[in-house]
């Protein structure tokens, strides 16, 4: 089956660092996606990785590695407006007729403290 | 940027009854649409994958007869849930792939009340 796995909630303060970790073992990969999303809102793209190492876009960044099944978002400069859940999903063609669907994981609560 | 709409935003409706969502992509073609389902403080589930031109493909779990969907057109997608109960009240949000993107755009979402 497909698993995704990131922390449920995390905590930081504001103009701090955070680093939200994502895990995945999956039957079919062709990309691994990060997500905004703030409460009764759809998400929002914010990164998309298919090749190993970092992909920087200002004040995120995002990381993959294929070969351990592992990916983090990094956030730096936290502002309040950061908080939000962070969704990492997973491309891929997971069935027998190869669907090119997104898998979601979770999702990773994020709150920021003044 | 590309643009996915969704209608209505909101509705309530009695149980029992039949509720049709639009999610239309408005500045390009989308051959696959997506539906998902949203829980309070859960992630997305995927319903269903939706095909332009042919019949839908379902998640395990997912009722094909009570979800019907129907992608009549490149830029059309609808979700109707028929017989509606109060536990199928929640957030409903359609996505759209324009034609050799990776990505998927979201669009805002239907959130479902049934009495």
């Known amino acids: 089956g497909q698993n995704i796995d990131q922390p449920t909630e995390m905590t930081a303060t504001e103009g701090a660092i955070v680093q939200i970790n994502c895990t995945y073992q999956?039957?079919?990969?062709?990309?691994l996606f990060w997500y905004q999303q703030h409460a009764g809102e759809a998400p929002t793209f914010l990164s998309y990785?298919?090749?190993?190492g970092l992909e920087e876009k200002g004040r995120f960044s995002s990381f993959l590695s294929r070969s351990k099944g592992y990916s983090y978002l990094l956030l730096k400069e936290l502002q309040m407006k950061d908080s939000a859940s962070y969704l990492c999903?997973?491309?891929?063609?997971?069935?027998?007729?190869?669907?090119?669907?997104?898998?979601f994981g979770k999702g990773t609560r994020l709150h920021i403290l003044p | 940027g590309a643009v996915v709409s969704q209608h209505p935003s909101w509705v309530i409706c009695k149980s029992g009854t039949s509720v049709k969502i639009e999610c239309r992509s408005l500045?390009?073609?989308?051959?696959?649409m997506f539906w998902y389902r949203q829980f309070p403080k859960q992630s997305l589930m995927l319903m269903a994958t939706?095909?332009?031109?042919?019949?839908?493909?379902?998640e395990q779990g997912v009722e094909k007869d009570k979800f019907l969907i129907n992608h009549a057109s490149l830029t059309l997608s609808t979700l109707t849930v028929t017989s509606a109960h109060p536990e199928d009240s929640s957030f409903y949000i359609c996505?759209?792939?324009?034609?050799?993107?990776?990505?998927?755009?979201f669009g805002p979402g239907t959130r479902l009340t049934v009495t």
């Open positions: 996505s759209a792939r324009d034609v050799g993107s990776y990505e998927q755009y």
């Open positions: 999956t039957s079919g990969f062709n990309g």
């Open positions: 990785n298919v090749l190993d």
């Open positions: 999903a997973v491309r891929g063609g997971f069935s027998m007729n190869r669907d090119d669907k997104i898998i």
């Open positions: 500045d390009f073609q989308a051959t696959t």
């Open positions: 939706s095909n332009e031109g042919s019949k839908a493909t379902y």
